[in-house]
C-alpha cells in the first residue's frame, strides 16, 4: 500500500514522496513481472531489498503519521472508520472490478498459452477478495506461461496489513494514547522495534514472536507505520529541525549500502520521509499515489501478455508508467475524489 490518508493539511510534500514511492514500486515490479531478474535497487544495494519492498515500507512509515493525525484531530472513531473506508475502498473496488473485467480477457486474448477467461472466474475474483484479504489471486488461468503467474494484481495485498495497523491506531486512540499518555505509544514503538530486531538476528524456528508475524513477513510495515505513529505524537520534537531529514536519509543510505536495513531501515526511512516532506512543501494538483499502486501491476500484466517486455526492462517499465497514470488520473477525478469530498 501504502499511504492513503489525506495529507496532514496540504503545506507538505506528502503528495509528491507517495507519488515518487509509486513509480518506485512500479519500477521494482517492472523487472519482476517483465521476467527482468532483480531490479538495479537491489543489485545496487547487496540484495537487502527491492525496490518494490522498500517503497511499500515507506507507504506504512508515512501512512502511520497521517492515520495517527486523522483519529487525533477527529477523536471520533465511528468518524475514523469512515474516513478510512472512504479512502481505502472505492479506489481498491475499481482496481478489482477492472482487473477481473478488464485486464484479464484482455490477457486471455492476447496470452496464446493463457486459458480462457470467463464471466463465473471474474466475479469469484471480485467477491474472494472484497474482504480486502486477497484469497483469488488470479481470474482462471490466464496468466499462465508469462513470467509471474501468481497473482494477476500482486500490489493489493498490502492494504489488508494496512487495515489492521488502522485498527491498532483505533484501538490506541480509543485508550486515549494519542492526548494523555503518548509516552506509551513510544513504548511500543520501541517494543515493536525490539521484537523486528530478535526476528531478524535469531534462526526463525526459534519462537520469539507472534506467529501471524513470522508467517506473514508484515514485520518491518508494522514497525514502520507504528513509528510514523509515534512521530505524529512526537511531531513538535521530530519536526523541530528543518534538516534533519538529511541526516535520517543519509543513515538509510547507509543502511542499505553497508548492511542492517533490514534490522533499522524501517525507522530510518520513517522519520527521514516524514521530516522531509515537511521541510519541502510542494503541493501537487491531484493524488495519483493510490491509483498508480493499485492498479501498475495487472497493466504490467497485460503488457508482458502483449510481449511489451521483448524490448528491454526500459521501454517496457516506461510504456507501463504512462499507461498506469492515465488510469490512476481516471480513478482519482471519477472515484477517489468524489468519495474523499464525503468525508465532510
Known amino acids: 500500500m501504502n499511504a492513503n490518508a489525506s495529507p496532514a493539511g496540504r503545506d507538505n510534500a506528502f503528495d509528491l514522496i507517495r507519488l515518487l514511492l509509486a513509480v518506485l514500486v512500479v519500477y521494482g515490479h517492472a523487472y519482476q513481472v517483465g521476467g527482468f531478474g532483480d531490479d538495479g535497487f537491489a543489485h545496487l544495494f547487496k540484495m537487502q531489498t527491492n525496490a518494490g519492498p522498500f517503497a511499500v515500507t515507506g507507504f506504512f512509515g508515512i501512512s502511520g503519521f497521517l492515520v495517527t493525525r486523522s483519529f487525533a484531530l477527529r477523536a471520533d472513531a465511528v468518524g475514523f472508520i469512515r474516513a478510512r473506508l472512504l479512502r481505502i475502498l472505492p479506489g481498491f473496488y475499481l482496481a478489482l472490478v477492472f482487473t477481473a473485467f478488464c485486464i484479464a480477457p484482455l490477457v486471455a486474448r492476447h496470452n496464446p498459452a493463457a486459458g480462457p477467461w470467463d464471466v463465473s472466474s471474474a466475479l469469484r475474483y471480485v467477491w474472494h477478495d472484497a474482504g480486502v484479504r486477497i484469497t483469488e489471486p488470479n481470474v482462471g488461468d490466464v496468466l499462465r506461461g508469462l513470467p509471474v503467474t501468481e497473482s494477476i494484481n500482486g500490489s493489493l495485498w498490502t492494504l489488508f496489513p494496512e487495515l489492521c495497523c488502522y485498527g491498532l491506531v483505533l484501538a490506541?486512540?480509543?485508550?486515549?494514547?494519542?492526548?494523555?499518555?503518548?509516552?506509551?505509544?513510544?513504548?511500543?514503538?520501541?517494543?515493536?522495534?525490539?521484537?523486528?530486531?530478535?526476528?531478524?538476528?535469531?534462526?526463525?524456528?526459534?519462537?520469539?514472536?507472534?506467529?501471524?508475524?513470522?508467517?506473514?513477513?508484515?514485520?518491518?510495515?508494522?514497525?514502520?507505520?507504528?513509528?510514523?505513529?509515534a512521530a505524529y505524537c512526537y511531531k513538535d520534537e521530530v519536526l523541530a529541525s528543518s534538516r534533519s531529514w538529511a541526516m535520517w536519509l543519509v543513515a538509510t543510505l547507509v543502511l542499505l549500502y553497508f548492511g542492517g536495513w533490514s534490522l533499522l531501515g524501517p525507522?530510518?526511512?520513517?522519520?527521514?520521509?516524514?521530516?522531509?516532506?515537511?521541510?519541502?512543501?510542494?503541493?501537487?494538483?491531484?493524488?495519483?499515489?493510490?491509483?498508480?499502486?493499485l492498479l501498475h501491476f495487472p497493466v504490467l500484466q497485460l503488457m508482458a501478455a502483449l510481449q511489451l517486455n521483448r524490448h528491454g526492462v526500459g521501454p517496457y517499465f516506461a510504456a507501463a508508467l504512462i499507461a498506469t497514470g492515465a488510469l490512476a488520473a481516471l480513478s482519482w477525478f471519477a472515484v477517489e475524489r468524489p468519495f474523499l469530498r464525503l468525508k465532510a
Open 172 to 229: 490506541l486512540g480509543a485508550l486515549g494514547l494519542f492526548r494523555t499518555g503518548r509516552v506509551n505509544v513510544l513504548l511500543l514503538a520501541g517494543a515493536l522495534l525490539m521484537l523486528h530486531v530478535a526476528m531478524v538476528v535469531v534462526p526463525r524456528d526459534f519462537i520469539i514472536a507472534p506467529v501471524f508475524l513470522q508467517l506473514s513477513g508484515w514485520s518491518p510495515y508494522v514497525l514502520a507505520f507504528t513509528a510514523g505513529s
Open 267 to 293: 525507522v530510518a526511512l520513517t522519520l527521514g520521509l516524514i521530516q522531509a516532506a515537511h521541510a519541502f512543501r510542494i503541493t501537487l494538483p491531484v493524488d495519483l499515489s493510490y491509483g498508480t499502486y
